[in-house]
């Protein structure tokens, strides 16, 4: 028996005055955190969010929402929370993920409300109140790659080579990361989390780990997604497209138009070794093994950024020699 479920359906019923509903899950998420549509009696439709107490803090959700709101922003409407049961009855933003509607056609349209929404969160939403994406959090981010993909789910032993490639990585991507200006990041703006909504489009989800941090964290997350991947001639002209918007903004200076798209490769880099060691610990810590199948793609981008960004040679060496063929061989065998 679902006990979580059900004091969620007597929370709607009891606390939010519900009556007649119906409760269907409505997605999963990479944490502890479980989200259900609701259906109302006269055909309406809501989401509750079940964050467990013991796990997850409503707070940051509620904090970054609010901020979000207040710059214009397409978000979840709260409409009732309970902080210590840990749930959220929030406004449904619809079925329509940008992972499903993306295409040849439509992508030049999604991505510049994409854009455009980032540009707005970068400009108005706040520089200060929420946690720094500190040189710390960014090393801590990265040791996932060795710990939980290399070592954990590939086996690979991390000899002296190996180990002086990460570190003298780590370094880099750490220094180009803080040297960039510093803004409010969402830290998950991709195509899973961006919905084909009502206007202002698009409907942003998942905002609850947000920081003030590199001002490419954001754009990087979306345009080299670990979900969908497009020509990197594209993804440049997005790119640049976006620097041009920031810099009439006030976001970025005009002057750094030669150092923007190396930020943007380097904080990819960091990205994706994050991310790839997140989809291993998901496999084996969480048992959701459908992560792995991203791995290839999201380390790709490492590889194919050290055709421009001889600095990534070694680490897209790695990537590209043992990385990659064992993780390839690992789901062929599964």
């Not at 409760?23 to 439709?45: E, H, K, M, N």
């Not at 520089?127 to 990265?142: I, K, N, S």
């Not at 698009?202 to 609850?208: E, N």
């Not at 960004?309 to 990385?323: C, D, K, S, T, Y």
């Amino acid at each position: 028996m679902d006990l979580r479920l059900s004091q969620l359906d007597r929370w709607l019923r009891d606390a939010c005055g519900l009556a007649g509903h119906a409760i269907t899950p409505a997605s999963g998420d990479a944490s502890f955190r479980r989200y259900f549509r609701v259906r109302l009696a006269d055909g309406a439709t809501r989401i509750a969010m079940d964050a467990p107490p013991a796990h997850e803090d409503c707070r940051p959700y509620l904090q970054a929402g609010a901020a979000l709101a207040a710059a214009g922003l397409h978000v979840p409407a709260v409409e009732a929370a309970d902080l210590e049961l840990g749930f959220l009855l929030l406004e449904d933003l619809g079925t329509t993920l940008y992972l499903d509607a993306l295409d040849e056609r439509s992508a030049d349209r999604l991505y510049g409300d994409a854009l455009g929404a980032l540009a707005a969160m970068q400009a108005c939403c706040p520089h200060e109140g929420f946690p720094p994406y500190d040189r710390a959090l960014l090393v801590r981010e990265m040791a996932l790659f060795p710990d939980w993909l290399l070592e954990r789910q590939l086996g690979v032993v991390i000899d002296a080579a190996t180990r002086a490639t990460l570190d003298a990585t780590v370094g880099l991507l750490a220094d180009a990361a803080l040297e960039q200006p510093r803004v409010f990041v969402h830290r998950d703006y991709h195509s899973r989390n961006l919905m084909v909504a009502s206007p202002p489009t698009p409907g942003i989800l998942d905002f609850q780990d947000a920081v003030i941090g590199p001002v490419t964290y954001d754009l990087v997350s979306l345009l080299k997604d670990c979900y969908v991947r497009w020509p990197r001639e594209r993804v440049d002209d997005w790119a640049m497209g976006y620097f041009r918007l920031a810099a009439q903004s006030g976001i970025v200076d005009a002057g750094a138009e030669d150092r923007f798209l190396r930020w943007v490769d380097l904080m990819g880099a960091q990205r994706h070794l994050k991310a790839a060691g997140i989809f291993a610990r998901l496999n084996l810590r969480d048992g959701k093994p459908g992560y792995l199948n991203d791995i290839p793609r999201t380390l790709g981008y490492i590889v194919e950024a050290a055709d421009r960004r001889p600095e990534l040679g070694n680490l897209a060496g790695l990537i590209a020699g043992r990385v990659l063929p064992a993780i390839e061989a690992q789901l062929a065998a599964a």
